[in-house]
């Protein structure tokens, strides 16, 4: 009774977003230019183009994930601050081990003179996810892999989960997000007997969840693509149903700096705050404007840890990077080196700090393609608490 009240709750939230963004497709009405944010694309509309390539993205501590990725695209016009106007991506890949993953974007950043949207659904199952149990203090023993336990640190994850975001821009730079997002989700322990996860929840976990986030976004990148100047701030708020209800506050911070023509300097800081009775996935995923953050561990939150190293009610994580462009192929393709420094920890039973105790702290090395204004691709290698991690992903982490 109690999750349905929550998913009525967040239904009647978000179908009030949805009314208001199909309202505002309207054609623009003549006056004053409208922020860069939001600018109009004054040269017409470009046809849609369509292409594909292999994508190359890094497993869940099971090697990596080969596939193709099918995209069709609206380009913006080439001084927008945005690639394209509208695009759609179907990507599908498989892992050495068994694990998929299948997803269907649509991205409107040009939905209407100050509106855009984001949708994702998608498919995925991991045969070597990490569970290590909860809390900033779990051990990694080497000891309890044994030739008939050898992977007492690993759970099978299952999840089919749709994403959507409606975002208003406000005034200048300033915009107010509404996401949904609804999820049916599965842990499974490994056929063996050692298991951390097995230990905690028996053999399976099913936790189906659907949450609404509000999130206030200001928004100064000189481009979206491959921000070279500005900040992108978020600060939000997600109402869950899943195994009782949960609330979470959560803030994240991006800065980007040019240091010369080639070269730029990135940063970013996350925290966040579960409360309530949240599912277990809630605490490896934070709900980001557009680009949702799997914490703690791997290239999305610290590549010197492994995809689920950490997990807890509460998560503080930064990231540093320098990016340098080292060689420009006939004005198409860019190699890149990327150094950088991950920290983070997370919190469970204790209260939520901005503190430097006991942070897990990596540093390492990236290198990898831009393709035009469209992808990037990434190969890094770090050193963390826990010895060497490779990592790779398509896009840059943040």
Known sequence: ?????????????????????????????????????????????????????????GGTNDGPLIGARVRGFQMAAYDDRVANRQSLTAQAGVGF????????????????????????LQANRDVRFG???????????????????PLPYSVKRTRFEIRADVTRQLVGPLELALGLHGQLGRFNALDQGASTFRDDFGAGLRQDDASARVALIADTRDVEYDPSRGVLLEAGAQLGAGNGGYERVYGIFRGYAPLGSKTVLAGRIVGSQLTGTPTLDARFMLPGWEQPIEMLGAQFSHRGLRFGRLAGRKALFG???????????????????????????????????LTARQLKVA?????????????????????????????ANNGWMF
């Open 363 to 391: 540093g390492g090395i990236g290198a990898g393609l831009k393709i035009l204004r469209s992808s990037v691709i990434i190969v890094n290698l770090a050193r963390g608490p826990e010895g060497w991690q490779v990592t």
């Open 319 to 353: 990231n540093a990077e320098i990016r340098q462009e080292v060689k420009n192929i006939k004005g198409a393709l860019d190699v890149v080196l990327v150094g950088f420094v991950d920290a983070g920890r997370v919190f469970e039973a204790e209260s939520f700090a």
């Open 131 to 149: 569970y290590f149990g909860l809390g900033n203090n779990t051990v990694n023993d080497p000891n309890l892999a044994t030739t008939a336990d």
């Open 97 to 120: 081990r068994g694990s998929f993953l299948g997803l269907v974007r649509y991205q409107a950043p040009r939905l209407g003179t100050r509106w855009r949207t984001w949708v994702q």
């Open 1 to 57: 009774m109690l999750m349905s009240r929550r998913i009525s709750l967040l239904a009647t939230l978000f179908g009030a977003a949805t009314v208001g963004s199909a309202q505002a497709q309207a054609a623009p009405v003549p006056g004053p230019p409208a922020p860069a944010a939001f600018a109009p694309d004054s040269t017409g509309r470009y046809p849609w183009r369509w292409g594909w390539l292999p994508s190359f993205g």
